[in-house]
């Protein structure tokens, strides 16, 4: 049986996703959710997807805080499972970042796609 740590989420993560959820509330929108996927794409095979949504669905595993929740598919979350989620700042660009992912075998540069185990 394979030891995996559970996925983690960063101080500046969660303090983001708590901001983003409220900013989309203001501006009329239904998110309730932070929704980390997983989509063929990107320049190593798969790229994270991070989106809102204003449901959970049947297979979604809900990890994250109250003021923040984060939803994964098990498909998904199989494919982050020990990774780190963290939120990311320099002069040019801000955006969520997946790192430390012991399932994929090569990641791009700026962190937003993989290619799995």
């Known amino acids: 049986m394979e030891n995996i ?7 500046e ?10 900013k989309e ?5 239904k998110a309730v959710y932070f929704r980390i996927s997983i989509e ?15 449901s ?9 805080t109250t ?3 984060i939803v994964v598919d098990a ?3 199989g494919f982050i499972e020990g990774a780190q989620l963290t939120y ?16 994929a075998q090569l990641s791009c540069g700026c962190g937003s796609s993989f290619s799995p185990l």
């Open 75 to 77: 498909t998904s979350y």
């Open 25 to 29: 509330k203001q501006k009329g929108g």
């Open 67 to 69: 003021e923040g929740p």
């Open 13 to 22: 993560a969660q303090n983001q996703i708590v901001k983003s959820l409220s």
């Open 5 to 11: 740590t559970p996925f983690t989420i960063t101080d």
């Open 88 to 103: 990311e700042e320099d002069l040019m660009t801000a955006a969520f970042v997946i790192r430390k992912n012991p399932k």
């Open 40 to 54: 063929s794409g990107g320049c190593s095979g798969f790229q994270y997807v991070f989106s809102f949504d204003s």
């Open 56 to 64: 959970v669905k049947e297979d979604d595993i809900l990890i994250g």
